[in-house]
């Protein structure tokens, strides 16, 4: 008895600091910014939230997304290890907070251009199924916005906004840096992970496949890939990753169509051969439960 006492405590004990660990790891992630050249005038802003593009250069700071307001010092301050002055325009991929809480920051000095519905969504409170997100303060709301594609000439280069419709929301916009031949994709691309997709704000899993493929075919050979989460990648860890969102899609569209209930697919080993993109954020059963939805409408 006093034996099994030990195991079980000795086992507590190792669950404890396990968690401890972790939690101390999520705490120093917390403060953790880095930058790092990517191409042509174009960095790589990394740390907690989405990945941030910057583009860098004579005419001064441009900045793809800006993740959370907690971490804009210490963008601020990556940025002033490669060039000093005001971050002159701030591009938001879509609204989620990751990836525009910073506009809380920098919307006091920098025009923030984003698609319409990307302003909509900020200026109002707003629930996914993650919970609810208040709305922003006005200064941190995109005060130019378009509808299908705006182009901003900056450092020397065009960069090309495009919006796609119904993809992770209602309001995604890919940014093309056309001659450092660098492509921020936000969230539309989670690499190499399921990706959430926001179905209470315009997403649909199930159309995400068609979005991908249209991309695919606009990005020149050797382009660097920034996908919203995860490291960057290249046109053939874009081509895997809309192969795999085709061929999920397909499965689980058969599935609903032969009458299989969701917790029937889940209990299936449907995706089994798709089990490491499972691995990330969103796990096989969330993937199947979106595809699901957006299938079904609910
Ligand atoms: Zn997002």
Redesign the pocket.
């Known amino acids: 008895m006093a034996q099994a006492k030990n195991i079980r405590g000795g086992l507590l004990a190792k669950i404890l600091t396990a968690v401890l660990l972790v939690w101390a790891a999520g705490l120093h992630a917390q403060g953790e910014v880095h930058i790092q050249p990517l191409a042509g005038s174009v960095y790589l802003i990394t740390g907690p939230g989405g990945n941030v593009a910057a583009s860098i250069g004579e005419d001064g700071i441009l900045l793809v997304d800006d993740k959370f307001e907690k971490v804009a010092p210490e963008i601020r301050r990556a940025v002033a290890s490669i060039k000093s002055g005001p971050i002159r325009f701030i591009l938001n991929t ?1 609204w ?1 907070h ?2 525009t809480e910073g506009n809380k920051v920098f919307g006091k000095e920098s025009i923030i251009v984003a698609h319409e519905n990307v302003r909509k969504r900020l200026m109002s409170p707003t629930r996914t199924d993650f919970g609810a997100r208040p709305a922003l303060p006005p200064h941190a709301w995109p005060i130019i916005t378009f509808d299908e594609s705006v182009n901003i000439y900056f450092n020397g280069e065009k960069i090309e906004i495009r919006h796609f419709d119904h993809a ?1 929301t209602d309001g995604d916009a890919v940014i093309y840096f056309t001659k450092s031949n660098v492509v921020h994709l936000g ?1 539309i691309f989670f690499n190499p992970m399921f990706p ?1 997709v ?1 179905l209470n704000n315009g997403g649909n899993a199930a159309h995400l496949a068609e979005v991908v493929d249209q991309i695919v075919a606009t990005i020149p050979q050797g382009a660097r890939i920034i996908p ?1 989460h995860g490291p960057v990648a290249t046109r053939q860890d874009l081509i895997r990753y809309r192969d795999m969102l085709k061929a999920t899609t397909q499965l689980v569209k058969k599935a609903v169509e032969e009458g299989q209930s969701l917790e029937q697919i889940q209990q299936s080993d449907l995706l089994k051969d798709f089990a490491s993109w499972g691995e990330g954020f969103i796990s096989t059963r969330t993937w199947i439960e979106l595809l699901y939805r957006s299938l079904t409408k609910q």
């Open positions: 879509h989620h990751d990836h992770h969230d959430f926001d919203g």
